[in-house]
């Protein structure tokens, strides 16, 4: 089966402009969840998709950063405007079941690198 | 606050040999799992080895074990006998009860086997 696909994988953008990553979960997935990790420092959690519901956003850090899964399939996340500090690499994971016993983790896809300059 | 810690941001090591890498974290719960992710220079994350914490014994997987301590707070990764393609960034996780699905990460340990 195909994997978790993220891009681009790379984007430079000008502080103030718009950026959209998109994440394809694996088919079937019901979870999908953003990450991201912020100039070689610890990835931390942004928001968690039950199909097309935002089970949990407590992670986004402000309300620069929009996130949608329309249908429950793909997603995307709209960082508008950008600014200089959003610079790191955005992951994106999706699950077939909710892991609430961690039984077998996430599967990743290789993320989005984004700069911002 | 439920946090993780890798005190070695870069690490080394010849090809054949072992590598330990050093995980600490924090959480006032006692249900919880642990995971040593890896990621190689531009490629997916991938789950390398998980733990219960309500298990004693060590998880082992081919040439990756850990040693968990509970008590301490501790769960390291060993890599035995090192292939090149063992290179990437390696990050330790972990899952409580109450936290839902959502993983707390450290901030990765950078292991490069050279040959």
């Known amino acids: 089966e195909a994997g978790v696909t993220q891009f681009p994988s790379h984007s430079v953008i000008e502080k103030g402009q718009t950026v959209t990553l998109r994440c394809d979960p694996i088919?079937?997935?019901?979870?999908l969840y953003w990450y991201r990790r912020v100039m070689g420092k610890e990835i931390k959690f942004l928001l968690h998709?039950?199909?097309?519901?935002?089970?949990?956003e407590s992670g986004m850090p402000n309300n620069r950063f929009l996130a949608e899964r329309t249908g429950g399939t793909y997603s995307t996340l709209k960082v508008q405007p950008a600014e200089l500090e959003d610079s790191g690499v955005y992951f994106c994971?999706?699950?077939?079941?909710?892991?609430?016993?961690?039984?077998?983790?996430?599967?990743f896809g290789s993320g989005t690198r984004l700069t911002v300059v | 606050a439920q946090t993780v810690t890798q005190s070695q941001p870069e690490m080394s090591v010849q090809e054949a040999e072992t590598v330990t890498l050093s995980c600490t974290y924090d959480?006032?719960?006692?249900?919880?799992?642990l995971f040593w992710y890896k990621q190689p220079p531009s490629r997916q994350m991938i789950l390398v080895i998980r733990?219960?914490?309500?298990?004693?014994q060590n998880a082992t997987e081919n040439r990756f074990s850990v040693n968990f301590q509970k008590a301490a707070k501790s769960f390291s990764l060993k890599i035995s006998d090192s292939q090149l393609g063992d290179t990437a960034m390696y990050f330790c996780?972990?899952?409580?009860?109450?936290?839902?699905?959502?993983?707390?990460f450290g901030e990765g340990t950078q292991l490069t086997v050279n040959p």
């Open positions: 733990q219960e914490a309500y298990k004693q």
């Open positions: 996780a972990f899952m409580t009860g109450t936290s839902g699905s959502r993983l707390t």
């Open positions: 998709f039950v199909k097309e519901s935002k089970q949990d």
């Open positions: 088919s079937g997935h019901d979870n």
């Open positions: 994971a999706s699950s077939s079941f909710l892991v609430q016993q961690g039984t077998y983790g996430y599967t």
């Open positions: 959480t006032s719960e006692s249900n919880y799992y």
